[in-house]
């Protein structure tokens, strides 16, 4: 049997479904992981999603034509069967299980496997074909426990206080920023958040995730608060008026890129918190293993470590290249939009690839 789904101009293709796994370019029907804008973007005929993740995609896309599926629920489109199952990444963050003819494929989007309480845990799927991110795909990168972040964010955020100085924290506005808030211990002091990411706290509220109360700034009448707040920013805020109104601040970086020196140099900050919502490198072995797949394909990350670590362990790897950045490029904007040019049919017989060792490169974090 041929592979069931190919790499296109306009992104991950399920042949015999004739549709789209999170496109990069406009097409008629599109399966969507999760809504970081580099999965899903403006501009497709129609969307197909898991339910958790439904209120964030109509957030970020705006008026879209959107079916939704509860996690394990099942519709066939051209004989695919297809069905999300929790990938443990954002709230809404789904793997995408697609069976054909006796044959199952899993395509992972951005998953982690340890469990943080701000959306559905990370579900092995066994399949024959497991196509798996790999933003942090090289040996180097461990993480601490989440808790253990936490408390040093916490403790951070304490000696600030007790200073006389906000603690202000950069973090991706879409996950991370809901992610610190459900994990740290908000009897500190006020917490006072961007409006980049206000707007998507209360989405994950309304979906039931307990996050302490936060300000905006503007309902902050006493400018005294702002001494022992924690602040949350997404990069963008670095160096602008917005931030600097909090006067002598500490800041600090949370990515799991801060596990790497030069990055906190290149950020500048004071701290630097290893937390990421990618798995580190055990967790992609992980997933793997627990898959069950024998064949393996790599997207974007660090493609030709994994690819070679996973033939030298037997299994037949290879890779996709796709254009999926990462979210340090991408979440400070409400959404990715995608060319204006016609959505794609799905019938097209224009070129595509097939499995191969490309490398790709991300700064997703």
Not at 330 to 349: C, M, N, Q
Request: charge should be negative; glycine fraction near 8%.
């Amino acid at each position: 049997m041929s592979d069931l789904v190919v790499v296109r101009k306009e992104g991950l293709y399920c042949v015999p479904g004739q549709f789209y796994i999170d496109p990069w370019r406009p097409v008629a029907h599109a399966v969507i992981t999760h809504a970081h804008a580099d999965h899903a973007r403006t501009g497709h005929g129609h969307y197909l999603a898991a339910a958790p993740g439904e209120g964030i995609l109509r957030a970020r896309l705006g008026p879209i034509m959107l079916d939704a599926l509860d996690y394990g629920q099942e519709v066939t489109h051209n004989g695919v069967t297809i069905s999300f199952h929790p990938a443990g990444h954002v709230l809404g963050s789904a793997q995408v299980r697609m069976a054909y003819r006796g044959e199952v494929w899993v395509a992972s989007g951005d998953y982690k496997v340890e469990a943080d309480g701000t959306c559905a845990p990370f579900e092995p799927v066994r399949c024959d074909t497991f196509i798996t991110e790999s933003t942090f795909g090289m040996p180097i990168y461990r993480w601490q426990a989440q808790a253990e972040i936490f408390a040093d964010i916490d403790a951070w955020w304490r000696a600030n206080a007790e200073q006389g100085r906000a603690s202000v924290l950069f973090c991706y506005s879409f996950g991370k920023a809901q992610r610190i808030l459900h994990g740290i211990d908000a009897s500190i002091g006020p917490i006072i958040c961007h409006g980049a990411a206000e707007p998507l706290n209360t989405v994950y509220r309304d979906a039931g995730v307990r996050l302490p109360p936060t300000l905006k700034v503007s309902e902050v009448t006493d400018k005294s608060l702002f001494h022992r707040a924690l602040v949350i920013a997404p990069p963008s805020a670095a160096g602008t008026p917005w931030i600097k109104r909090f006067g002598d601040y500490s800041d600090a970086f949370a990515s799991g890129w801060m596990q790497v020196r030069g990055a906190r140099r290149r950020r500048s900050v004071d701290r630097g918190f290893v937390l990421s919502d990618h798995a580190d490198w055990p967790g992609l072995m992980q997933a793997i293993k627990a898959s069950e797949a024998q064949r393996v394909i790599v997207t974007h990350g660090q493609i030709p470590t994994m690819v070679r670590w996973l033939q030298q362990n037997g299994l037949d790897a290879g890779a996709f290249e796709t254009e999926y950045g990462g979210d340090d490029q991408h979440e400070d904007v409400p959404a990715a939009t995608v060319p204006l040019a016609a959505p794609s049919t799905e019938s097209s017989t224009e070129s595509s690839t097939t499995a191969s060792a490309t490398p790709a490169a991300t700064t997703d974090a």
